[in-house]
């Protein structure tokens, strides 16, 4: 009771009830058991007899898992279970709409548009997967330092190990991770059914939840299973079937995305992001002469920006980096004196400034654009559902971990149902899924909240708001302690 007790304090009481009752539940369940070795009570067995009865009839397949979303989350999330041995017995299938992806060891020719910062955890992630040494033997750029700055002042910040050698992220493009994770994953047993779209869900009421989640593919099949993760996006009919709100907003902005040409070799081991009066622009490092961009700004301007000639684009992204905006007087006296201050604290203490790399090209076909947007689903759990990825959560790309909080949710859920599965216990029950639910939305609201609030600060050229974050910028930057607390943050 302490557990739920625990819960009550966190979760709505209409939840707290569906826990309550589902332990009792079980409790019932346990004392029905036989005693055969392996602790298989009465009511557990109804999936397999069900089973049984549907490959008769061979309308409607059950399977234990269904994982709905054949992205990098989703086929993380697939490779996460079918490799592990909890999950060895278990009848597992990825639904993905799209086709298969091409994938060759060989990486192709020309850089994708498409890139992802991958944190030391994501790389952990893949390591355990036995699909980090796949993506290196593609492509991959280690990033060194990360640099930000703000164009209205003076003030930087910069993370870095303390040693220029260490990586702090790792730069790949989209489709070799998604390529690396689908080879990976024809490796496990793990079902995979592409071009396969679900047409109408149908969860279990909390009244009795012990039923199954019913699917019809829109090729006509029929599947039932004890567990649907939703790994179908920020627009997932998972969430939207099962009557989840999502709450959140577009930012009336769009991020530009291409990848750039630099005017001459350089070590690019830098990921450079300046926050300007119109968004905020990212170079991100490929190779010693490419880096890819990321720049949010206004829609109409970004209209302009991916169909203007190239030169004129160029020249916009030069300028984005190496502009010097005005500064307000109040703002310029009170860095200064800022800066005064932390000399004294700290004599030994440099401001290790360095000058991003100039733009000469951009490859062909590169440019794009895509819409930007705040969202977060009111829950992430039900009876038989748990959402995972862009289905739970979607933030602004500033800070480079949208995908990163995904492949976390993939590390979390396969512990709590690995838990789930060694005590006996109901992987699609509360009891089980509301410890994923916990222990994400206390690691991803916080991080959320700072990069919306990060944004909007950074949004404005007002002397009062820029002083402010003049300020507290520096400050952040001199204060290890602080700064470190952030990178522990933005890595895990």
């Known amino acids: 009771m302490q557990f739920l007790k625990v819960f009550s304090r966190t979760l709505p009481q209409c939840r707290f009830r569906v ?38 009839d061979n309308q409607t397949k059950f399977y234990d898992i269904v994982i709905a979303g054949g992205g990098m989350v989703g086929t993380a999330m697939a490779c996460a279970l079918g490799h592990n041995l909890m999950f060895e017995h278990q009848k597992m299938l990825l639904l993905e709409s799209g086709s298969k992806p091409s994938f060759c060891n060989e990486p192709p020719g020309a850089y994708s548009n498409r890139v992802s910062a991958l944190n030391p955890q994501t790389v952990e992630l893949m390591k355990k997967l036995d699909v980090w040494n796949r993506i290196e033997d593609t492509r991959t750029k280690s990033v060194c330092r990360m640099q930000v700055w703000d164009a209205c002042s003076d003030a930087l910040i910069t993370f870095d190990q303390g040693d220029l050698t260490i ?16 080879n990976r994953l024809d490796e496990s047993n793990v079902e995979v059914q592409y071009s396969s779209r679900t047409k109408h869900i149908e969860f279990p009421t909390q009244e009795d939840a012990s039923q199954l989640v019913k699917i019809q593919l829109d090729n006509g099949k029929f599947i039932e299973t004890r567990l649907l993760i939703g790994a ?21 902005q769009s991020g530009i995305v291409a990848t750039l040409m630099l005017s ?56 984005a980096f190496w502009k010097d905006y005005e500064s307000h007087d109040v703002v310029h006296t009170a860095s200064n004196m800022v800066d005064n201050l932390l000399r004294l604290v700290n004599p030994d203490g440099s401001d290790f400034r360095q000058l991003p790399p100039s733009i000469i090209g951009v490859t062909e076909g590169s440019r794009a654009r895509f819409p930007l947007g705040l969202g977060h689903a009111s829950y992430y759990v039900k009876p038989r559902l748990a959402l995972i990825g862009d289905a739970a959560h979607r933030i602004h790309p500033l800070a480079g971990q949208g995908v990163n909080l995904g492949f976390g949710d993939v590390i979390s859920l396969t512990s709590k149902l690995a838990e789930a599965l060694s005590v006996g216990g109901d992987i699609g029950s509360l009891l ?9 939305q206390r690691h991803i609201v916080p991080i959320m909240a700072t990069i919306d609030a990060l944004k909007r600060l950074y949004s404005t050229d007002r002397p009062e708001i820029v002083l402010l974050r003049t300020v507290g910028l520096k400050l952040t930057n001199a204060l290890q302690p602080l700064k470190n607390q952030f990178m522990i943050g933005a890595s895990s």
């Open 19 to 56: 826990l309550l009752t589902e332990n009792v539940k079980i409790h019932h369940r346990f004392l029905s058991c036989q005693s055969t070795g392996r602790f298989q009570c009465m009511k557990e067995v109804e999936p397999d007899q069900k089973e049984k009865q549907n490959q008769e």
């Open 167 to 182: 990586s702090v992220a790792h730069i790949v493009e989209n489709d070799i991770t998604l390529g690396a994770l689908t």
């Open 232 to 252: 179908d996006g920020n627009r997932s009919k998972n969430r939207e079937s099962a009557g989840i709100k999502n709450v959140g907003w577009d930012y009336d």
């Open 264 to 319: 001459e070799p350089v070590e690019n081991t830098v990921a450079w992001q300046r926050f300007l009066p119109s968004g905020p622009i990212a170079m991100l490092p490929l190779t010693d002469t490419l880096s890819s961009l990321v720049w949010s700004i206004d829609h109409d301007k970004a209209k302009a920006l991916v169909s203007m000639p190239e030169e004129e684009f160029v020249d916009a992204v030069n300028t």
């Open 432 to 440: 089980h899924l509301c410890k994923y639910e916990t222990e994400r």
